[in-house]
């Protein structure tokens, strides 16, 4: 993990949420240019305000790491719902991502 990929993992899911950098800036309680001063690589999160960032994202820190998953805030709020639905819902879920697979 560079630097350079925190930088370019917080711009991704500030796009996937969308939300500029000034309102996810405001929503995080800073000022309007912190999420940019992180982003153009002028400063860099404490842990503390890193931890804020996930959970401003509703994602864990392994999701926000993790290089494998591209897409972390959609899988995270699916993985979410899938865990509330019945049997028969899940199988229908199932086959039906199984039939996308195939294509």
């Known amino acids: 993990m560079t630097v350079d990929f925190i930088r370019t993992r917080i711009t991704e899911l500030r796009l996937q949420k969308n939300v500029s950098e000034y309102k996810m800036s ?8 912190y999420v940019q001063s992180i982003t153009s690589g002028r400063a860099m999160p404490s842990m503390s305000e890193f931890l ?3 959970e401003y994202f509703e994602i864990t820190p392994e999701q926000f ?4 998953v591209p ?3 959609k899988l995270e709020r699916t993985m979410r719902l899938l865990k509330e639905l ?7 879920i199932l086959d039906l991502a199984e039939r996308f697979s195939e294509k």
């Open 26 to 33: 405001y929503d995080l309680g800073h000022s309007k240019g």
């Open 86 to 92: 019945n049997d028969a819902d899940l199988d229908r």
């Open 71 to 73: 897409k972390p805030i």
């Open 65 to 68: 790491f993790s290089e494998n």
């Open 52 to 54: 804020y960032i996930c």
